[in-house]
């Protein structure tokens, strides 16, 4: 198209240069094709490369999201490694030679404003009462789970580009999710046969001053559910959904892996039989957020303590019925706060793998 102008010279036809942007005032009596050429409408190709920088500004976002919480995650293990290995009142050895210490008493000293002392020390000196099992099948194991997770997480932790480091990078993945199911199955059996058979539940044994049956929450509606349900005996059916919840995560990832490796089986929505690799990663994911859920406990633990302490009193905060209502809220929002975060998770890494249209 070109534009006629007059002038000394006589007319002159100059070219017309093609709107990039602009604003479009409506329908108008003219075909959208004429209004096309005029460049008053953006072409297709315009309108699709628009679409295109959406997708890809979308898909940064959601990659950045992941990586952010593997960040977490991988925080969340550091932490727990760090609490389970030389903390004084661990049971782990590296622990026991640092109780006859000064610093061990000065820290269950400053640890006894937020939990009692026996929640700490417990899986470590109460050996006849199922203390040390539960040191031997739930708690040390976890440290191995903590050291374990964060690799299993992706493949970034990894070198990337040559075909033989891929195939080392999926041997090496693939023994690590054994082990970790091995831990996994560890932990849930001290679970049920040393913390619950001898009754070392926190709410059963560290608070003796408060009724099994009360102070669940610190927020006087949830409290009265909690009691309403059934007390210490709903709470525990909580911890037991929990454990369950965790075990059988991990036994879902481990059988859709065996089973995509044995028979390269296609699941619905994918042509090159990789189609069980998605499966096994939505509920490896779960398997973690469910493992680290507890590290989460620990951070909303001390974030009540110190907001606690901001808006009352020391003794209200370090009460036995206030520390008990923080450590059970605790758990539920870390719970409740780490299963969101896992499906968020499994969706934006479901939402990458799709394939996404060129730009023209």
């Known amino acids: 198209p ?31 094709s004429e209004d096309r050429e005029d460049g008053l409408m953006p072409s297709p190709s315009f309108a699709k490369n628009l679409e295109a920088r959406d997708v890809h500004k979308t898909r940064r976002a959601k990659g950045a999201r992941l990586v952010w919480l593997a960040r977490v995650a991988t925080f969340f293990s550091c932490a727990m490694l760090f609490w389970v290995a030389f903390l004084p009142g661990s049971c782990s050895p590296f622990a026991a030679r640092t109780r006859a210490r000064e610093t061990d008493a000065s820290f269950l000293t400053t640890a006894g404003r937020i939990v009692p002392k026996t929640l700490i020390t417990k899986y470590a000196v109460e050996e006849k009462n199922g203390g040390r099992l539960a040191c031997v099948t739930h708690v040390l194991p976890s440290a191995a789970w903590s050291a374990l997770a964060p690799f299993q997480l992706g493949a970034f932790f990894f070198p990337k580009g040559k075909a033989n480091a891929s195939r ?12 970790l199911f091995a831990v996994s199955l560890t932990m849930t059996f001290g679970y049920v046969f040393a913390i619950h058979r001898n009754g070392l539940h926190f709410h059963k044994h560290d608070f003796p001053s408060v009724a099994h049956d009360e102070a669940f929450s610190v927020f006087s509606p949830l409290a009265k559910a909690w009691f309403v349900a059934g007390g210490s005996n709903a709470f525990e059916a909580f911890e037991h959904a929990c454990a369950l919840w965790f075990c059988a995560t991990a036994t879902k990832a481990v059988f859709v892996a065996a089973r995509g490796n ?43 303590h110190v907001s606690c302490r901001v808006l009352f009193a020391e003794r209200v905060c370090a009460s036995p019925a206030a520390q008990k209502g923080i450590f059970a809220d605790a758990l539920v929002l870390g719970t409740a706060l780490c299963v969101a975060a896992g499906e968020a998770a499994i969706r934006d890494a479901d939402a990458l793998d799709e394939p996404v249209g060129k730009r023209e």
């Not at 080392?168 to 082990?179: E, P, Q, Y």
């Not at 039989?273 to 994911?285: C, F, L, M, P, T």
């Open 168 to 179: 080392r990078v999926r041997l090496a993945h693939r023994v690590a999710g054994f082990v």
């Open 2 to 32: 070109a534009v006629v102008v007059g002038g000394p010279g006589g007319p002159r036809r100059l070219p017309r240069r093609r709107a990039r942007f602009h604003h479009y005032a409506g329908p108008s009596e003219r075909s959208p």
């Open 262 to 304: 044995r028979t390269r089986e296609s699941f619905p929505g994918n042509a090159r039989g990789r189609g069980w690799v998605r499966v096994h990663r939505a509920w490896a994911i779960r398997h973690l957020a469910a493992g680290y859920s507890v590290a989460a406990q620990r951070a909303f633990v001390a974030t009540f």
